[in-house]
């Protein structure tokens, strides 16, 4: 995508929202996702973006920042949206649209000679470990169940925990992770299971303020139009990531 820049880890975002309209500046913040969120600004999350705001009219810049920080920086009021956000992890100071953008799948991923997989249950007194920021401990599903978690500071600590028997029965994971760190050959499935927990939709986590929520605005209205031009369903399958029309049709 042409118009969207790149910007490095240090971009200052002081007196952003200032100028924002005259600008017509879009400030976006998110880990790189590797498919979705390219370091070089390609991937399909980019490609929705640039095909939502008119580049005659917005700027995209872009800073890949973790995920924790780019939650942060959207819900004070220092950049305008962070990308592939569940509901429940929408917090204070951020808004979401209407319209999702992609479903997300949370799986639990265990060694295979460990465990006979009962659904959720079989959850129940294990050791569970996951990626600080992800807050499964609030999703009603845990909340029946007996068990010990920790909330790691990144993926690779909480595989190497699980993969070295180190305190770790289970890892519970956004499968969009699991498969950006199967695809760069940093991790092996083979000797592992892995079950989907639940499905949800991902969204766009707009910051609560008056730029920005116009943004939210053109987001709904312009994701319609490509769904119904068959463009959407395009760039999905372009992309080699699965088109679930329901998530915008149903809302």
Same mark, same amino acid.
């Given at each position: 995508?042409?118009?969207?820049?790149?910007?490095?880890?240090?971009?200052?975002?002081?007196?952003?929202?200032?100028?924002?309209?005259?600008?017509?500046?879009?400030?976006?913040?998110?880990?790189?996702?590797?498919?979705?969120?390219?370091?070089? &600004?390609?991937?399909?999350?980019?490609?929705?973006? &640039?095909?939502?705001?008119?580049?005659?009219?917005?700027?995209?810049?872009?800073?890949?920042?973790?995920?924790?920080?780019?939650?942060?920086?959207?819900?004070?009021?220092?950049?305008?949206?962070?990308?592939?956000?569940?509901?429940?992890?929408?917090?204070?100071?951020?808004?979401?649209?209407?319209?999702?953008?992609?479903?997300?799948?949370?799986?639990?991923?265990?060694?295979?000679?460990?465990?006979?997989?009962?659904?959720?249950?079989?959850?129940?007194?294990?050791?569970?470990?996951?990626?600080?920021?992800?807050?499964?401990?609030?999703?009603?599903?845990?909340?029946?169940?007996?068990?010990?978690?920790?909330?790691?500071?990144?993926?690779?600590?909480?595989?190497?925990?699980?993969?070295?028997?180190?305190?770790?029965?289970?890892?519970?994971?956004?499968?969009?992770?699991?498969?950006?760190?199967?695809?760069?050959?940093?991790?092996?499935?083979?000797?592992?299971?892995?079950?989907?927990?639940?499905?949800?939709?991902?969204?766009?986590?707009?910051?609560?303020?008056?730029?920005?929520?116009?943004?939210?605005?053109?987001?709904?209205?312009?994701?319609?139009?490509?769904?119904?031009?068959?463009?959407?369903?395009?760039?999905?399958?372009?992309?080699?990531?699965?088109?679930?029309?329901?998530?915008?049709?149903?809302?």
């Amino acid at each position: 995508m042409p118009f969207i820049h790149a910007l490095c880890l240090t971009l200052s975002f002081v007196s952003f929202f200032s100028y924002a309209e005259e600008r017509a500046m879009i400030s976006v913040v998110t880990p790189e996702y590797k498919g979705y969120t390219n370091a070089d &600004g390609s991937g399909l999350i980019f490609d929705i973006l &640039g095909a939502v705001y008119d580049s005659q009219k917005y700027k995209i810049k872009i800073a890949f920042v973790p995920w924790k920080r780019a939650q942060l920086l959207v819900s004070k009021k220092k950049a305008h949206m962070m990308l592939g956000n569940i509901q429940h992890n929408i917090i204070d100071g951020m808004i979401r649209p209407k319209h999702p953008l992609f479903v997300e799948q949370t799986g639990a991923i265990y060694k295979k000679e460990r465990y006979q997989w009962n659904g959720l249950e079989s959850l129940s007194n294990k050791h569970l470990v996951w990626v600080r920021g992800y807050s499964y401990n609030k999703r009603p599903e845990l909340q029946k169940l007996e068990y010990k978690y920790d909330a790691l500071n990144s993926f690779p600590i909480a595989w190497n925990r699980l993969k070295n028997d180190r305190h770790a029965d289970v890892l519970v994971s956004s499968l969009t992770e699991l498969r950006i760190y199967e695809s760069l050959d940093y991790i092996d499935l083979s000797d592992f299971e892995v079950n989907v927990l639940w499905s949800e939709n991902a969204y766009i986590a707009f910051s609560d303020e008056p730029f920005s929520k116009k943004l939210a605005e053109i987001y709904d209205r312009k994701i319609i139009d490509l769904l119904e031009s068959g463009r959407l369903k395009a760039m999905f399958l372009e992309a080699g990531h699965p088109f679930q029309e329901g998530i915008w049709v149903n809302q």
